[in-house]
């Protein structure tokens, strides 16, 4: 499989951004591989590179100018990311705490927090993203 989170970084680079690996691998002894991600969300987090004079456009969409806290993942595992992020705003999991009050603080502060979801399109050596804008209310919703 592709590298997913290089697909994530080249594609914020492009569009002005500067991108910063957001997760690591720790090794433990007996060949134990845990990954551990910025706030148990983030792969990569995303800086504009310099402030617009005005609102930058991207084939008719706005792009925002603010943080960009991005989880890259496989288009088939992407809404269970939202399903994960939610539960543990909601005090539901490993990380709870952290993730409830760090989550709606990049909120808050108006960064955006953003789940990529990449796969192949059939017949073709090309990818596809398929974007998840997380919201205050999706952290908020108590059906998580």
């Known amino acids: 499989m592709a590298d997913l989170k290089a697909k994530s ?14 997760e690591t691998m720790m090794h433990a002894p007996g060949g134990i591989v845990r990954r551990h991600d910025v706030f148990g969300f983030a792969d990569l987090i995303a800086v504009p590179m310099k402030a617009p004079e005005r609102p ?11 943080w960009i806290w991005i989880q890259s993942t496989s288009w088939s595992n992407a809404t269970a990311r939202l399903r994960k992020i939610q539960r543990e705003a909601a005090g539901q ?3 709870a ?17 953003l789940i990529e979801g990449w796969r192949r399109k059939k017949n073709s050596r ?18 998580a």
């Open 9 to 22: 970084r080249k594609r914020w680079r492009d569009r002005g951004y500067h991108v910063e690996n957001g």
């Open 56 to 66: 930058v456009w991207d084939g008719g969409a706005v792009l925002p100018t603010r």
């Open 93 to 95: 999991g490993q990380w």
């Open 97 to 113: 705490r952290p993730i409830r009050e760090l989550a709606r603080a990049v909120l808050v502060r108006g960064d955006l927090i």
């Open 126 to 143: 090309l990818y596809e993203v398929r974007e998840i804008w997380i919201t205050m209310e999706d952290l908020e919703d108590d059906n």
